[in-house]
Nanobody, 115 residues
């Protein structure tokens, strides 16, 4: 089992920034990818950004240039720096861990962008 604990969500004004963190623990493999997804009410869960063990990143078009994903392998932690937030970014953000055999999700953290 792998446990994922997310933190850093909250309420922010348009144009503001937030940094999400997700710490993994448990039976973590040596090679795994991590990522962030988000889901707004009535919508599907969409990929926001992902990062491989080697540090390769991929981003959804709607966050390119605004969000940055990074990871600290020593801490088994992935981060999502979110800048230039807009009300359309309001959603529950979920951390994801994936290795060759398993796929785990965090409990989600609410991000609300509103004035």
């Amino acid at each position: 089992q792998v446990q994922l604990v997310e933190s850093g969500g909250g309420l922010v004004q348009p144009g503001g920034s937030l940094r999400l963190s997700c710490a993994a623990s448990g039976s973590i493999m040596s090679i795994y990818s991590m990522g962030w997804y988000r889901q707004a009410p009535g919508n599907e869960r969409d990929l926001v950004a992902g990062i491989s063990s080697a540090g390769r990143t991929n981003y959804a078009d709607f966050v390119k240039g605004r969000f940055t994903i990074s990871r600290d392998n020593a801490k088994s932690t992935v981060y999502l720096q979110m800048n230039g937030l807009t009300p359309e970014d309001t959603a529950v953000y979920y951390c994801n861990y994936r290795d060759s055999w398993r796929n785990y999700w965090g409990q989600g953290t609410q991000v609300t962008v509103s004035s």
